[in-house]
């Protein structure tokens, strides 16, 4: 029996040291040939290296070549391709594939190239195997980057092998047979940004007969745990996209052959693809893919309860967004993602609360140039990203409890502006998490709020009815103090038809407190002169059932 073990190397330049590969490159690579000679009596290893054709790198004597990479992954991706900087990624198909090409070895192993070895490694993986597995993931150990002051390094290799480390939870070792790889369906999902861990965890397990996962034994390692992707931006936004796309086309009987033998009919598979335990793991992390939640919403067909429609159309009733005489719609930030409309009622608002930093500031520069102090706040980043003087920021999560790493809005609020009780802004984009920010949030605060900019996540599960009645509920305290005066779809996700009812995925909304609203009437006409599309994806206008031409006496 062989292994084949390859990794990404890149080439090394000053762009690269941020993410600390000028340190952990070579000492990936240094000990991936003391454990292969640590295994020499007991199993054959090759280890190879793959990069991109345009790239320039050298590795050890022991590591032989696997094909170059055409292109990487924003040359695929229309997204990507719009970013001003592009992003030395490959996707990880391309990898697996130049493995899969140039090897004849049983089993294949890959890992990130910033993980390193222990010693025993490769004779771990063996026994493995030997007790039947067919595919399996290992976490890895994390270690500091220095020890009482010695710099970890290459050189200091075998002290940094009598390291314990600390237990991690990333994914980032796989090993699988060759005969699965023909089965992964691995997409345009690329390397460097989550969840491409997930996907690739996922499709092995899936495909595989025998599969385990070892949380905690001392098997590789990483220096340093600075996690550099949790600022990608649309980075890490388009891969997340790129990985439900996956899903969408894994509802087929070539990889669910067992489950397709237990019915007789698609739906009745992806029904049972759905409670089965191997597809649970995919939709917990990755939820029910678009294309088949709406087959599932058509036909009724829930595994879980559906929300009935009247419940649905009645929210988006009073969503109805109205306009304000004297006040009309204004953009603040960019002419893409990141701008939003908002009334033209600013005077007097002391400070814009941020919630959740992306990779531009206009927005909040835009407050600031109208007077406002601007809190942001994002533990995912280290700073905002522009500068200004104005800019108060504050490395925590919002959230419903205030610890460590998060802290509610209340309590951010009333630390930040502890003397005040002047009118606010709020402007929210968290992913998801603004549903319980909301539920959290303390009625005397919220009514503070003159203005509230949020994107909403995931309202395509309106249909569902455990997610509906926690929506409904945010929603609902919301609409107590404030209404709807815009509704944005951001283009970057489709929407959910089912009969009378269109429900895009991601919306931008514009509230305004209620006590600034005078002579209302309804917006009748969609999208506003002002909006623009968030990607170069096909515009999504918003749906006719989210706005009316009646008057507000008519309803």
């Known amino acids: 029996m062989k292994l084949a073990h390859i990794i990404n190397v890149t080439e090394i330049n000053e762009s690269k040291k941020a993410s600390y590969l000028h340190i952990a490159q070579p000492l990936t690579l240094r000990s991936m040939v003391i454990a292969k000679k640590m295994a020499k009596n007991v199993i054959d290893v090759d280890l190879l290296a ?119 939870p990333g994914i980032d070792c796989f090993v699988f047979k060759k005969e ?16 491409v861990g997930q996907v690739l965890k996922t499709q092995i397990e899936v495909n595989s007969k025998s599969f385990t996962w070892i949380k905690d034994e001392r098997l590789t390692f990483h220096i340093g745990d600075d996690s550099p992707w949790k600022s990608g931006g649309i980075y890490t ?56 939640m709406n087959m599932l919403i058509n036909r009724e067909a829930f595994v879980t309860p559906i929300t009935k429609e009247d419940r649905i159309a009645s929210l988006i009733h009073k969503l109805f967004p109205v306009v304000s005489k004297g006040k009309e719609l204004i953009r603040f930030g960019p002419k893409g993602d990141g701008g939003y409309l908002v009334p033209d009622d600013l005077a007097g608002i002391e400070a814009c609360f941020s919630v959740g930093v992306g990779s531009t500031s206009g927005f909040e520069k835009d407050c600031a140039n109208r007077g406002m102090k601007v809190f942001l706040a994002d533990k ?76 909403f996540h995931n309202l395509d599960k309106f249909w569902i009815q455990s997610f509906f009645k926690l929506a409904s509920r945010a929603f609902d305290k919301l609409l107590q103090t404030h209404s709807c ?9 489709g929407s959910i038809q089912r009969k009378e009812l269109d429900i ?45 031409n009646k008057k507000i006496e008519d309803e």
Not at 180 to 195: A, C
Not at 485 to 493: F, L, S
């Open 50 to 168: 793959v990069k991109h054709k345009s790239e320039k790198v050298s590795v050890p004597v022991e590591f032989e070549w696997a094909p170059d990479i055409d292109k990487y992954a924003w040359e695929y991706l229309d997204a990507l391709k719009d970013e001003a900087s592009h992003k030395p990624l490959p996707r990880l198909k391309d990898i697996v594939s130049s493995l899969y090409s140039s090897s004849d070895a049983e089993y294949f192993i890959y890992t990130n190239l910033d993980i390193g070895l222990y010693p025993h490694f490769y004779i771990k993986v063996k026994s493995m195997i030997a007790k039947g597995y067919d595919a399996f993931c290992i976490n890895r150990r994390s270690l500091p980057k220095e020890h009482e002051g010695l710099l970890l390094n290459e050189s200091k290799i075998e002290f940094i092998f009598t390291m314990e480390g600390i237990k991690h």
């Open 237 to 292: 936004k388009e891969n997340i996209y790129q990985a439900r796309e996956i899903y969408t086309s894994c509802f087929k009987p070539s990889i669910y052959g067992k489950i397709k033998e237990k019915s007789n009919s698609l739906l009745e598979s992806l029904i049972f693809q759905t409670i089965d335990k191997k597809m649970a793991t995919v939709a917990k992390f990755l939820d029910i893919p678009q294309r088949a």
């Open 485 to 493: 005066v815009h509704i944005h779809p951001n283009n970057c996700r």
């Open 180 to 195: 699965l790889v023909p089965l992964l369906n691995l997409g345009n999902v690329y390397i460097g940004y989550p969840p």
């Open 380 to 455: 995912s980043v280290e700073k905002p990203a522009e500068f200004d003087e104005e800019f108060h920021f504050t490395k925590k999560y919002v959230g419903a409890t205030t610890n460590e790493d998060y802290i509610t809005i209340d309590n951010w609020v009333s630390s930040s502006l502890s003397e005040t009780q002047s009118d606010l802004l709020l402007q929210m984009d968290i992913e998801g998490y603004e549903y319980e920010v909301f539920l959290n949030m303390s009625n005397s605060l919220m009514h503070r709020f003159r203005i509230i900019v949020v994107e």
């Open 504 to 548: 895009p995925q991601v919306a931008e909304f514009t509230f305004l407190r209620n006590d600034r609203i005078s002579n209302p009437s309804f917006v009748g006409t969609f999208p506003h002169p002002l909006d623009y599309n968030n990607t170069s994806k096909p515009s999504l206008p918003l749906p006719k059932c989210w706005y009316t």
